[in-house]
C-alpha cells in the first residue's frame, strides 16, 4: 500500500486548504471555494486544471479496473499505470474529457492487466488544447485473482447521516483509515453512500452538553432537489482526508439504498415532507441516479439492467452478487397481504441462475437490506420483513422464492451481507425455527454504520427462523461517532482450505465477534 499522504497533498490543493481552515472554524464553505458542483458550469482561470477530489477505482475484475477523478474545468482525463509506484515504466491511457455534462467527473476502465497483481496508477487532467497537464494523483488496486489465492474484503455502509458531518474534534471520518490499515482487496459498501435528506448544520448540542462541529457546504445545508444539490453529497464525503486516502487505495463494489434520494422511498411515492418543494420521488431518483452514477466508480456496463445489479468473480473462492433492493420494489405496506416485489421478478431471476451457475467456493450476497429484521416506515414496512408470524407474506414471499430455488438447485456456501439498521450484527437462520422449511441454513452479517447516528437493535421477524447470534448497538437512538457504535465487518478467505473467516469490527479496527464457516463440498 502507498503511502497515504503522498496521495492527496497537491490534487487536493483547493478543496484541501479551505476544508482544512473550515474544520478549523467551523465554517459553512462555499461550493465555489471547493471547486465543487456549483463551480463545474464555469471554465476555472488558471495555468493548469486540477482534480479537485482526488482519484477512486471500483468494479475490479481480473484484468482491471473503472477509475474514477474530476477536474476543476473542461480538460481532458489521462491515467498512467504501473507495476512499480514509482513509475519508471508506465502504459497511458487517454479517457473522456471532464466537462460540466457530467459535473467534471470522468471514468475510464483500465483492462488488459494480468490477475492477482498490485497495479498503481495515477490520473491527469490535460488541458483542451493538449499543451498542458496538472499535478498527477496516484491511487492503486489489486486486479481480482483467477486462482486459489486468498481473499480479504471489507464491507459496511451509511454514510454521514442522522447531522453527523465531518467533525475536526473527531478528526474526521477515522473508521476509513481503520478500514484501510487492514489492506483489503476491496470495499463493499451496502448502501446509503450518502444522506441526501440529512441537512448538517454548523453544530449539534449533545444531550450531554457537548458541541459537534460539522463542515458544512451549501448542497449539505437543505435536502438535495436539484441535481447539483445531489451532486454535492457526494461531493461533501470527498472533502474528508481519511476518505480519500481509502478510496485512492481500496477498490469499491458500490450499491445504492434509499438516502441517496430520501428517507424509505419507493417508486410513484409523491412525498408529504414539507422541506421539499418536489414531491415526485421519481423526478428526485433520477436526479440521485444521475449524480450517482457520475461521482460513484460504478460501471453501468456491467450491470445486467445497466444500472446496479451484477457481479463479481473474485478468485476461485469468492463471487459477489450486488442486489438493488430500491429501483423495483412495490410500495411500502404493511406486507401482510399478497405477494409483493422487492427485487422484481428479472433480477430475482437472474440472482437464482447467477449463483447456480458460480463456481466460486462461497457465493456472497450483498442485499442493501437485512432479510429478517423489522424495518418499520409509519405503519407500513421499509424492509422485507413483516414483523408477523406465519407463512411469508408481502415481499417475504419473493425472498422465500429466492431461497427455495437455491436450495432446490444446490446451491452451497451462500453468505449474505448488507448494513442498513446502524448496528453490526450476527444472524443464523434456520428452516428448524422457521414457519417454511424448503431452504438450507445459512448466515446473514449486518455491519454499519460509517459515520452516521448508531441505532438498534431491531426486532427479528420468525417468518425465516432468525437468531441474533451477536448484536452490538447503542444505548440510545442516534448515538453520534463520538460515542462509538461505528461499525465495519471484514470477510477473510482462506487460499488453501477455503475456509471464510467473518470479523465484525468496531471504529477502530478492532474485532468485536468473529466466526469461521467451512464450505460444505
Known amino acids: 500500500m502507498e503511502n497515504p499522504r503522498s496521495l492527496d497533498r497537491r490534487s487536493l490543493l483547493r478543496a484541501g486548504a479551505v476544508g482544512a481552515a473550515a474544520l478549523a472554524g467551523g465554517l459553512v464553505v462555499p461550493s465555489t471555494a471547493l471547486a465543487g458542483p456549483a463551480a463545474a458550469p464555469a471554465l476555472v482561470r488558471g495555468d493548469r486544471p486540477r482534480l479537485t477530489h482526488g482519484v477512486q477505482c471500483g468494479d475490479v475484475t481480473s484484468d482491471g ?5 474530476r477536474a476543476d474545468r473542461p480538460s481532458r482525463m489521462l491515467v498512467d499505470v504501473s507495476f512499480d509506484p ?8 487517454r479517457g473522456p474529457l471532464l466537462t460540466p455534462d457530467t459535473d467534471g467527473t470522468g471514468k475510464l476502465r483500465i483492462n488488459h492487466l494480468p490477475p492477482g497483481r498490485r497495479v498503481h496508477y495515477r490520473v491527469r487532467a490535460e488541458d483542451l488544447d493538449g499543451r498542458a497537464c496538472g499535478e498527477p494523483v496516484a491511487g ?4 481480482a485473482p483467477v486462482g486459489r489465492d486468498g481473499v480479504r474484503f471489507v464491507w459496511s455502509g451509511d454514510i454521514v ?5 465531518i467533525n475536526p474534534d473527531l478528526g474526521g471520518m477515522t473508521i476509513f483509515s481503520a478500514m484501510a490499515a487492514r489492506q483489503p482487496d476491496f470495499f463493499l ?16 448540542t449533545m444531550p450531554d452538553g457537548r458541541r459537534w462541529r460539522n463542515l458544512v457546504t451549501p448542497e449539505k445545508s437543505k435536502v438535495a432537489e436539484t441535481l447539483a444539490e445531489f451532486r454535492g453529497q457526494f461531493a461533501y464525503n470527498l472533502l474528508d482526508e481519511h476518505y480519500r486516502r481509502f478510496a485512492a487505495s481500496v477498490p469499491q463494489i458500490n450499491q445504492w439504498d434509499d438516502h441517496e ?4 422511498w419507493y417508486p410513484g411515492e409523491v412525498l408529504a415532507d414539507d422541506r421539499y418543494t418536489e414531491k415526485r420521488v421519481d423526478v428526485l431518483a433520477a436526479r440521485a441516479f444521475q449524480a450517482f452514477h457520475e461521482w460513484v466508480p460504478l460501471d453501468p456496463k456491467r450491470a445486467v439492467d445497466g444500472r446496479v445489479y451484477r457481479s463479481f468473480p473474485f478468485g476461485r473462492h469468492v463471487e459477489v452478487f450486488v442486489l ?8 411500502n405496506s404493511p406486507g401482510t397481504a399478497g405477494p409483493e416485489r422487492i427485487l422484481g421478478e428479472a433480477q430475482a431471476r437472474w440472482l437464482v441462475d447467477a449463483l447456480r451457475r458460480s463456481h466460486a467456493t462461497w457465493k456472497v450476497i450483498a442485499a442493501d437490506l437485512p432479510l429478517g429484521l423489522v424495518v418499520p416506515d409509519g405503519t407500513a414496512q421499509e424492509g422485507i420483513a413483516n414483523g408477523q408470524p406465519g407463512a411469508p407474506a408481502g415481499r417475504e414471499a419473493e425472498i422465500a422464492w429466492v431461497l427455495r430455488e437455491i436450495a432446490r438447485r444446490r446451491v452451497r456456501n451462500v453468505v449474505w451481507l448488507t448494513a442498513d439498521v446502524h448496528y453490526t450484527a450476527a444472524h443464523h437462520y434456520s428452516p428448524d425455527r422457521a414457519a417454511v422449511r424448503d431452504f438450507d441454513p445459512f448466515w446473514e452479517f449486518v455491519s454499519g454504520p460509517l459515520h452516521a447516528g448508531a441505532f438498534g437493535p431491531n426486532k427479528l421477524d420468525p417468518t425465516f427462523g432468525p437468531e441474533a447470534v451477536f448484536v452490538h448497538a447503542p444505548p440510545a437512538a442516534n448515538t453520534s461517532p463520538w460515542d462509538g457504535f461505528q461499525h465495519f465487518g471484514e470477510v477473510e478467505v482462506d487460499g488453501r482450505s477455503g475456509d471464510l473467516t467473518v470479523h465484525l ?3 477502530k479496527g478492532a474485532s468485536l465477534w468473529s466466526k469461521t464457516l467451512r464450505p460444505q463440498r
Open 86 to 93: 514509482s513509475f519508471r515504466v508506465t502504459r497511458t491511457y
Open 161 to 165: 447521516g442522522q447531522g453527523w458531518g
Open 189 to 204: 459498501c451496502s448502501g446509503d453512500t450518502v444522506y441526501a435528506d440529512s441537512p448538517l448544520a454548523e453544530t449539534v
Open 261 to 264: 434520494v430520501t428517507n424509505n
Open 324 to 331: 438493488d433492493m430500491r429501483t423495483y420494489r412495490d410500495a
Open 505 to 507: 469490527r468496531d471504529a
Open 140 to 143: 492503486s488496486f489489486r486486479t
Open 65 to 69: 479496473a473503472l477509475v474514477w477523478t
